[in-house]
């Protein structure tokens, strides 16, 4: 009864209180010193770096996709293994979380946070800004994203600034191993109905289904709000 009791209860409790404190830490810095220049929420002309990994997230967290160094970030510098680094927000859910980079489960996800895939593109991007998150116990940032809607809009504010992405698509149960969900050009290897056939800049959130289980993902796509 008391492992349940932490696991449902106090896990929870934990993880959340250092999300919060995480989102409110990255806001004071980024309004304490604005960027330099405002960006347009334009995706860049750079892709991905490397081949999208496993959508199993692991045991340790990981900051390198690919022999040339991952992901970068607006500034074109990769963000620090399991650092938080950008804040998302879904406005249907009352979701405020921090992102990290990689996707370890002691060192990010087990925290409360949103795991960044390594090797995925960096919001507003050209490419799939890709992440992963707890559906129950340890903050569970994900637990209802299965009521996302076509429409919906998903935020992500990084130093540079704020870019607005809108739910597309959902695929309600694959395969933990469906890596095609999290490529550049997103589609399910699984299921290939769902998913895209072009390029675009896209954000990929994934966890696990059913409830209390960790035997198939679910996914959920958004495309940037272009200005």
Known sequence: MLL???QLW?????A???????????????????PAVSPS????????????????PSREAASDGSPSGGARDEEGTAPAPSSAYAVLRIPRLGLSVPVAAGVGKRDVLDRGYVGHYPGTAQPGRTGNFALAGHRNTHGEPFRYINRLQEGDRITVRTRAGTFTYRVDRVLPQTSARDTGVIEPVP?????????????GAYLTLTTCTPEFTSRYRLVVWAELVRP
Request: hydrophobic share 30%; glycine share 8%.
């Open 4 to 6: 349940v009791v932490h």
């Open 10 to 14: 106090w896990t929870n409790e934990q």
């Open 16 to 34: 959340r209180a250092e999300a919060v404190r995480s989102v409110h830490a990255l806001e004071r810095e980024w309004d304490a010193s604005p």
């Open 41 to 56: 929420g334009t995706p860049g002309a750079a892709p991905s770096d490397g081949p999208a990994p496993d959508v199993t």
């Open 187 to 199: 589609r399910s290897l699984v299921h290939p109905s769902y998913g895209y056939d072009r390029p």
